[in-house]
């Protein structure tokens, strides 16, 4: 049976899948900065190409060490190194997950700490110098990734093994990689509904509402934001990692500013400010796009359609201005549960 001219429809779904745990991740990244903190972070793809480039650029010298696989020239026999290292893999299922992990966690720490190094410039100064200052900054690592060749391969890119060889093949090895990833994900999203749940959540929402007034308090903004993105690149950057895990490939082509303003497409839909908001946007768009992906080959329209699936969006978001501004799930006010109780007291 083919749907839309897809072969296998569940091979379908499955990256389907895959790629909403990731633009998941993004988007509750970004309703971190812009949705409950207010920061204007048009930088969001520099973290998630930070964790990516890292696991992209250390996963075969890594396993290099712990095999001893002899390792060459790095860039033009990377793809025949994948395949050997991820024959090594498939007999240590063990060192598989424990290098995979590392690598997420490495490029999550690394991926928080440039995000504080990132706003230092302009941390201290308004929105909008700090979110040309990030914008800068991204497209600063993807073009120093591109013309380095030794990092990721340059403008051909790096290939990154398959750590769960060991499974096998087959519709076993993508739910095996998607319930891994999946893990990471419902983590992403248990973190981001305690942080906002939490004291330091109030104080973000402050310091999005009225600055003055929480300097008024004795909060300092310039701690705010840079904990909120340091919280926040950290989650985008395990987001890369496991991009450059499931895609098996890492391309600093890949990580242009569009991706931003994606990702600031679907908190609005979805609904800024709300845990659930990203879920929901993340799910609208990557159906969309997929299905367009797919429908193109049966289209004949005079331009490229693989920018339709952004031309639907934005049709979707100029309804949502007029007829939802608060997206699907609007923002909801803070119940503390001590709150809860007076209330079932006086009632």
Do not use: C
């Amino acid at each position: 049976m083919s749907i839309l001219g897809i072969a296998d429809p569940l091979r379908f779904i499955f990256d389907i899948g895959g790629f909403f745990i990731i633009y998941s991740m993004l988007s509750i990244s970004m309703n971190l900065d812009y949705g409950f903190a207010g920061i204007p972070n048009l930088g969001k793809v520099m973290y998630f190409a930070v964790g990516a480039i890292v696991t992209g650029s250390l996963s075969l010298r890594i396993i290099s060490e712990i095999s001893g696989i002899p390792l060459g020239d790095f860039v033009t026999q990377n793809i025949s190194y994948s395949i050997t290292a991820g024959n090594w893999l498939s007999h240590h299922p063990i060192e598989a997950v424990a290098i995979s992990l590392s690598l997420i966690g490495l490029s999550s720490l690394i991926s928080g700490f440039v995000g504080i190094l990132s706003s230092l410039p302009a941390i201290r100064l308004k929105e909008t110098y700090l979110a040309i200052t990030l914008l800068v900054s991204g497209e600063l690592v993807r073009v120093i990734s591109s013309y380095y060749a030794p990092l990721v391969g340059g403008t051909v890119g790096a290939h990154v093994p398959d750590f769960f060889s060991w499974v096998g093949v087959g519709r076993i090895h993508d739910l095996v990689i998607l319930a891994y990833m999946a893990a990471f994900m419902v983590a992403s999203y248990i973190a981001s509904r305690l942080l906002v749940m939490s004291p330091f959540g109030r104080i973000m929402r402050a310091h999005r509402d009225n600055e003055e007034a929480l300097m008024s308090l004795g909060k300092d903004p310039v701690y705010v934001r840079g904990s909120t993105l340091f919280v926040s690149s950290a989650i985008a950057g395990a987001a890369g990692s496991l991009y450059a895990i499931y895609s098996g490939n890492v391309n600093a082509g890949d990580f242009v500013p569009d991706k931003t303003f994606i990702l600031s497409l679907i908190i609005v839909i979805g609904g800024m400010a709300n845990v659930n908001g990203p879920l929901v946007g993340s799910l609208i768009y990557i159906v969309i796009d997929r299905v367009v992906r797919q429908a193109k080959f049966f289209l004949n329209v005079p331009f490229d359609v693989n920018y339709l699936s952004i031309g639907i969006m934005g049709v979707i978001l100029l309804l949502f201005f007029f007829f939802r501004p608060k997206g699907i799930l609007p923002e909801k006010p803070i119940v503390i549960a001590r709150n809860k109780k007076l209330k079932n007291v006086s009632e």
